[in-house]
């Protein structure tokens, strides 16, 4: 017996979105590691990209992106019951921003409950960042250790003025 497949099941529409090094990595080791990213069903992330998908600009000139340029993702658009993906399938800049803007905050807040703890030990803090890039899919060179580590610092620093 064979089962119909709809041509929409086969077909993936995607969207592309500009993260740094390090925000991309991570959000790739989150998703299971693979350069095709998909948001989990139920995500902060996934009913972003349902509410704010639309259809395309009817400018002329305008092109679908078809592959990811250096420094972006890719992410698979999920199903939507209300906006059929086939025809809204453009992401606006400023949904990109806002997508941009939770991802960071998650990253920011799994970073700080992650460390915030050990962070007051006498550890060493250059290896415990450079352990916790590692769980997390980042490379460890200096342009994301030095983000990751003012991250750390300057969310500390809100905690600290934020209890005396």
């Not at 992410?75 to 921003?97: G, S, T």
């Amino acid at each position: 017996m064979s089962k119909f497949v709809s041509i929409t099941d086969i077909i993936m529409y995607t969207v592309f979105i500009t993260l740094e090094p390090y925000l991309a990595q991570w959000l790739i080791h989150q998703t299971g590691g693979q350069k095709l990213i998909r948001m989990k069903k139920g995500s902060v992330e996934n009913a972003v990209l349902q509410l704010l998908v639309t259809k395309p600009p009817k400018d002329k000139d305008w092109r679908p992106q078809l592959k990811p340029e250096p420094g972006q993702v890719e992410i698979v658009l999920p199903y939507n019951h209300f906006k059929n993906i086939r025809y809204n399938f453009y992401l606006p800049k400023k949904a990109e921003l806002l997508l941009h803007t939770i991802l960071r905050n998650r990253f920011k807040v799994q970073l700080w409950n992650d460390l915030h703890k050990v962070s007051n030990l006498n550890k060493q803090k250059d290896v415990m960042i450079s352990k916790w890039m590692e769980d997390h899919g980042i490379e460890d060179n200096d342009r994301n250790w030095n983000t990751i580590a003012k991250i750390l610092q300057r969310t500390k620093k809100i905690y600290k003025n934020s209890t005396t």
